[in-house]
């Protein structure tokens, strides 16, 4: 079970997989806890500059596995289930996904935490909590608005409808759509441009941008000048322009 979530590290990109195909990669508790797991690292690894996450086979994730639905729940906040999820609130490095095939319910929520999404022509995503009777998870009550707009939001959330890869692509929920046989590569040369940055300007740039979503401008510009007023005479000093 250990192998249904691999990680590898290589290029300063961690690349994390979800093996589990003939489910279409939907996870189970040990398969929670080991995403979980394999997150928790790369947020710590200072040799990890960006996380890139994909699926095995022709799907990216069909969410949580319903048929532990009864045994996991109700979770405490060491849960399997709540581990991960925090995992992918807490996570410092960017986040970049490759999607292929069904995309749905965590599936779909856990690509709200990301920052670049790569969608294959075969993408379908799909919120189904409202027709399980449950309501959404990973902040997406919180999140998805702020990257769709309310309207499309609430349409998703409580509809539940299948959402293809154009019209994902249209709202702004994925980043852009490739054929599927280009996805990972395209996903990969992302992280690629994002692995080869600066880590700490990326890693703050990144928190303000979460940070903001919920601040005026006006204290945003205080955060970025805090920000600045440390990290500009360090970038001076390493590159020798101190007066």
């Not at 609130?89 to 990301?114: C, D, E, I, W, Y």
């Amino acid at each position: 079970m250990e192998t249904r979530i691999t990680s590898e590290i290589s290029d300063n990109i961690c690349t994390i997989s979800i093996n589990r195909p003939e489910k279409r990669n939907a996870l189970n508790e040990t398969m929670f806890d080991a995403l979980a797991n394999a997150m928790n690292r790369a947020h710590e690894d200072t040799n990890v500059h960006c996380v890139l996450l994909q699926g095995t086979g022709p799907h990216y994730s069909a969410g949580h596995d319903i048929a532990e639905f009864a045994r996991l729940w109700p979770q405490s906040e060491e849960g399997a289930v709540r581990r991960c999820i925090s995992a992918f609130a807490k996570q410092s490095k960017p986040m970049v996904a490759a999607v292929t095939g069904a995309a749905v319910g965590f599936g779909a929520t856990m690509l709200l935490h990301a920052d670049w999404v790569v969608a294959g022509d075969s993408a379908v995503f799909k919120f189904p909590f409202a027709d399980l009777g449950i309501v959404p998870e990973a902040g997406a009550t919180a999140l998805l608005a702020r990257r769709v707009g309310d309207i499309v939001a609430r349409d998703w959330l409580l509809s539940g409808h299948r959402i293809s890869a154009d019209e994902a692509l249209h709202h702004r929920f994925v980043s852009s759509v490739k054929p599927d046989a280009d996805v990972h590569a395209a996903a990969r040369d992302y992280a690629l441009c994002l692995a080869a940055k600066p880590t700490e300007a990326l890693q703050t740039s990144r928190r303000l941008l979460n940070e903001g979503l919920t601040l005026s401008a006006s204290e945003a510009i205080e955060k970025e000048a805090a920000y600045l007023n440390s990290l500009i005479p360090a970038v001076a000093k390493a590159s020798g322009k101190n007066d």
